[in-house]
């Protein structure tokens, strides 16, 4: 896998600051999608999202169905949650999670028919679907942000009073490392990464879109370019090869130059960036009929007798996942939802799939290793690669030192938690983690002072 392909004469675009780790997805890049078979049992959390949690709308002993409401909130910022297998509710209960807290969930029994409910089915047009009309669908379907952040859709495509979007950036740099499943989706199905960014066009009112890719994957660059043959509202744009390319601010700037201001969000700057897979879910929902039930999750690491990307059922336990590429070479060291640079190193496997999960990355320890810290040399390495012109050396000392004004003042808020700055560090200075306590403190003391 090259780093140029047939754009490597192109102007790249980019951003200041990051860095280039070893992408390491050679194991995956070509591996074409296959759907994995529905497990015995699915543990769905009734929080898998930015904002509030669901409350359950089910209960114990009730038969269900795929695509089947099962969860909701009133809250302003939440979002619903589906059914992914038929059968019945064997329990609702706290459970492992993610985030190493155990979470309240239903537990389903698969009955093994996949039987789907009545409401999924497509729509006969969508042509006379307005703005409210769309957003209103997105939210029943439960479409979050499926980069990462899982951020309801509906929300972040409803400016604030007095704000309005001119343009929708449609992420497919995917420069985490190990990670390839939105590379697939752009490869083997352009026509619904499109029909989805149209949708999501026509729900913020916006008459262009821009996808970023990064230039290490010229066959999604070719396949998405051939899907927009003939229409000037949506440009395709190579990106040079840089983590964290992906980045919101980021591409941003690399695309549009146009610069998100200290505590601002992209709307600030008239823009919303949706992940490529978000879009693909956009079209399955308003198209289709389908709530997010599914997604592309990278099963990948030296320990994995048979990397794969596969189409999980939501809910489905990391564990059945792994057994589903064939189990483990060798034990992992290091179990990791995510990529490496920002994922999340877990305890167990007994943990489920969720709408943010992107990739399972299983390590050995050769793969892990790392010298234990020493005194920082003052390189100011940590400083060039951060992609925020942040100093991420004196934020993270001063939380150190539980300075934590001073962190602020430093603009730690700003962080975006890339790892770049630990990623770098010839001291293996745990940077990051020093800033994430900053952040911690700093919003704890403000929420304290809210009352």
């Known amino acids: ?217 010229p066959d999604a660059i070719s396949a998405l370019m051939e899907a927009v043959e003939g229409d000037d509202s949506i440009k395709i744009v190579p990106l040079g090869v840089k983590y964290p390319q992906g980045a919101e601010k980021q591409l941003i700037w690399a695309i549009l130059g146009r610069e998100v201001p200290s505590g601002g969000l992209p709307v600030d700057v008239g823009v919303v960036v949706n992940n490529v897979g978000t879009a693909v879910a956009v079209k399955e929902a308003v198209i289709d009929g389908m709530p997010l039930v599914r997604r592309v999750v990278t099963v990948t690491g030296s320990c994995v007798r048979e990397p794969a990307n596969l189409m999980v059922p939501i809910g489905t336990l990391v564990s059945d996942v792994i057994e589903g590429c064939g189990g483990t070479r060798i034990p992992p060291k290091k179990v990791i939802i995510g990529g490496p640079m920002m994922g999340i190193a877990q305890y167990t496997t007994e943990i489920p799939v969720t709408k943010g999960t992107s990739g399972i990355l299983l390590l050995s320890e050769k793969d892990v290793a790392r010298d234990e810290p020493i005194p920082c040399i003052r390189c100011g390495k940590c400083v060039e690669a951060c992609p925020m012109n942040l100093m991420p050396l004196w934020i993270a000392g001063y939380a150190e030192a539980a300075r934590f004004d001073e962190s602020e003042r430093l603009g730690a808020l700003d962080c975006i938690e890339c790892g770049c700055c630990s990623f770098i560090c010839p001291s293996r200075r745990r940077l990051v983690q020093g800033i994430r306590l900053a952040k911690a403190e700093i919003r704890a003391r403000r929420n304290a002072k809210r009352g």
Request: proline fraction near 6%.
């Open 1 to 217: 896998m090259s780093e140029g392909g047939v754009f490597e004469n192109m102007t790249l675009r980019t951003f200041k600051g990051g860095v280039h780790p070893s992408y390491n997805k050679d194991a995956t890049y070509a591996k074409h999608i296959k759907s994995m078979p529905s497990p015995g049992k699915v543990v769905i959390p009734l929080h898998q999202h930015t904002g509030a949690p669901c409350e359950p709308i089910v209960k114990v002993g009730d038969e269900v169905k795929v695509g089947q409401k099962i969860g909701d909130s009133k809250a302003n910022l939440t979002s619903p949650i589906h059914a992914s297998v038929s059968g019945k509710v064997k329990a609702i209960a706290k459970h492992a999670q993610l985030s190493g807290v155990d979470g309240l969930s239903i537990v389903i029994e698969s009955d093994g028919l996949d039987t789907w409910d009545e409401s999924v089915k497509p729509r006969d047009s969508v042509d006379k679907l307005g703005p409210e009309e769309l957003i209103g669908i997105l939210r029943e379907a439960g479409i979050v942000g499926l980069g990462g952040a899982a951020f309801p859709t509906y929300f972040k495509l409803t400016p604030p009073q007095g704000k309005a979007f001119d343009t929708l950036l449609l992420n497919g740099a995917e420069c985490e490392p190990y990670l390839s499943a939105d590379h697939r989706l752009m490869v083997e199905r352009p026509a619904d990464v499109i029909a989805g960014a149209r949708l999501l066009m026509k729900a913020i009112g916006v008459e262009r879109a821009v996808i970023g890719i990064e230039n290490n994957k």
